[in-house]
């Protein structure tokens, strides 16, 4: 690792104006004091630099769908593996080492960590992660033939009539499938458990029979919205009803037309899993089966306060952003096909870094937990500094006046901002104990408006990273900025949002 903070990062070198990227006004209307943020902006536009080396298909899932076995989970909220390659590459993380990624979502940081020879620790609360790093993370150890003879197996399987079992759901997820898909997901999922199959087998067929659930439903992972087909039953019973009342029928769009059948969707899956393990095995000469890739299922905020200090080498990693996006109910689905219930969706969408507007504050509980580690200190220090963080206070009052004001629709927002920044600031506080003298951190993230606030995310975390010990080396901003929601656009105008990698050194 090179632990010079002092050289010049090579790979981003497209200098451009910045003047695009600054923002010129953080308050709509002036409304609320903005200093703090003009501040901020002022001390960090300096080490920003306007990049399309990365661009949104390389921060978010569009290059994996391409990928050879990244493209095994779609996962709309990740980033490329050519973005964590073009990291290590630029943080100089070299074989042996250790990267940490805190929310590892498909697996992609550990992943392409384990094709370089790189170890690898990472965190998750969504069951989906294990499920997929288990298959992914085989790629050497399966045995071709074996996967054709899975492939046949599964070709043939023809589910009895005297089977009654149905895909568990949870109340959002009632109908989601065909009459026959209900019962067919369980069916495949119990024939192929019970197989002679190797467990790397049968996991494989867990991940493709997960990565199915979407196109065998009624549903389609649309935005933060999980959408229904205007011939799904949820629907046409909905529609009844209005009708019957003398309402207007809604006007669903989803149009998915005669769903394809388990049979059908999985062998295909499967199929397409064996391309790419025979073109990868051909191709990885050089992987090493003494990588370590750990994963445990949790939450970030009490996982990473039980790592030993000063042994990461590097983090890649991109946090839910603060945009009210629920992953327990847009994989809600998959969730319920793993076995969660409803109260433990419920749980897990408690867990989940403050993105939601249900999310409720997390302070007691990281007060309970440090106080049980004996690390009073450190829970009084994180607070001493996010109380000190001047952009953060602002944005939160900025927020109290726009809800007096009457232009917040939610109030479940300004405890989501707030809840978002405090928990971030315990896990940039552990990453800074964590890792290594020298090590570098990225984190993906996009900026967000709220009632016609800027919140610039980028900025108030590198400065509250700074305010720990990290010293800001970059922030990477995407050459393609964000818009605004509609509303927001139209009662406060367009202000364009950065999407940025932000990058530190301890
Ligand atoms: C933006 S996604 C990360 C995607 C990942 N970079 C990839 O390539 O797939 C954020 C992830 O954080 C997870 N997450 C949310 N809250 C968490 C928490 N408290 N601890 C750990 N993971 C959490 C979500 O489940 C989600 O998978």
Redesign the pocket.
């Known amino acids: 690792m090179n632990t010079s903070s002092a050289r010049q990062l090579t790979l981003f070198d497209i200098k451009s104006d910045n003047f695009n990227w600054k923002v010129e006004r953080f308050s709509a209307n002036a409304l609320c004091e903005e200093s703090a943020r003009q501040a901020l902006e002022d001390k960090y536009m300096g080490i920003t630099e306007i990049t399309d080396i990365f661009n949104r298909q390389s921060v978010s ?1 569009q290059l ?1 769908k391409r990928d050879c076995l990244h493209r095994w989970l779609k ?1 709309k ?3 490329s593996a050519n973005l964590v390659e073009t990291l290590f590459e630029e943080m100089e993380i070299g074989k042996g080492e250790r990267v940490l ?9 550990a992943l392409v960590a384990q094709m370089q020879g790189i170890n690898s620790i990472g ?4 069951p989906t ?1 294990a499920v997929a790093l288990f298959a992914k993370g085989n790629i050497l150890r399966y045995n071709v033939q074996e996967l054709h003879r899975l492939a046949d197996f599964i070709s043939g399987l023809n589910r009895p009539a005297s089977y009654k079992k149905r895909v568990k759901s949870i109340a959002i997820t009632h109908h989601a499938y065909p009459d026959q898909t209900e019962r067919d997901i369980p069916f495949y999922t119990e024939q192929i458990a019970h197989s002679s199959f190797s467990d790397e087998a049968k996991g494989l067929a867990r991940l493709c029979l997960l990565n199915s659930l979407e196109r065998l439903s009624y549903t389609s992972k649309d935005g933060q919205y999980l959408r229904w087909a205007v011939n799904s039953k949820r629907v046409m019973e909905a529609n009844a009803c209005r009708i019957a009342a003398g309402r207007e029928p809604l006007k669903a769009k989803l149009d998915k037309g005669d769903l394809p059948s388990v049979n059908q969707v999985l062998t295909g899956e499967i199929n397409k899993a064996i391309d790419d393990i025979v073109y990868l095995q051909a191709s990885m000469h050089n992987l090493s089966e003494s990588t370590e890739m750990v994963f445990k299922q ?4 009490v ?1 990473l306060p039980l790592l030993r200090k000063d042994t990461i080498s590097g983090v890649v ?5 603060c945009n009210r996006y629920d ?1 327990t109910r847009i994989y809600a689905l998959e969730l319920a096909f793993l076995g969660m219930g409803e109260d433990e969706i419920r749980r897990t969408r408690q ?3 403050s ?1 939601t507007v249900e999310n409720r504050t997390k302070l007691d509980f990281l007060h309970d937990y440090y106080n049980s580690m004996g690390r009073m200190v450190d829970f009084n220090r994180v607070k001493r500094v996010i109380k000190e963080n001047a952009a953060l206070s602002e944005v939160v009052s900025a927020l109290k006046i726009r809800n007096d004001n009457g232009d917040i629709n939610n109030k479940g927002i300004l405890k989501m901002v707030k809840g978002y920044f405090e ?1 971030l600031a315990f896990v940039y506080y552990e990453l800074f104990r964590v890792c290594k003298k020298g090590a570098k951190v990225a984190f ?1 993230n996009d900026n967000v408006r709220y009632a016609g606030e800027v919140i610039p995310v980028d900025f108030i975390s590198t400065e509250l990273a700074a305010q720990f010990g990290f010293t800001p080396l970059k922030v990477y901003s995407l050459k393609q900025q964000k818009g605004n929601s509609s509303q927001q656009m139209a009662k406060f105008g367009r202000v364009p949002l950065r999407k940025s990698i932000t990058l530190w050194e301890k």
Not at 101 to 109: A, C, E, I, Q, R
């Open positions: 899932y994996s996962y909220e990740g980033f990624d805190p929310f590892l979502g498909s697996g992609t940081t965190f998750d609360i969504m992660t949790g939450s970030a905020l996982e990693t991109s946090p839910p952003y992953y867990d989940l870094l993105c928990e993906v």
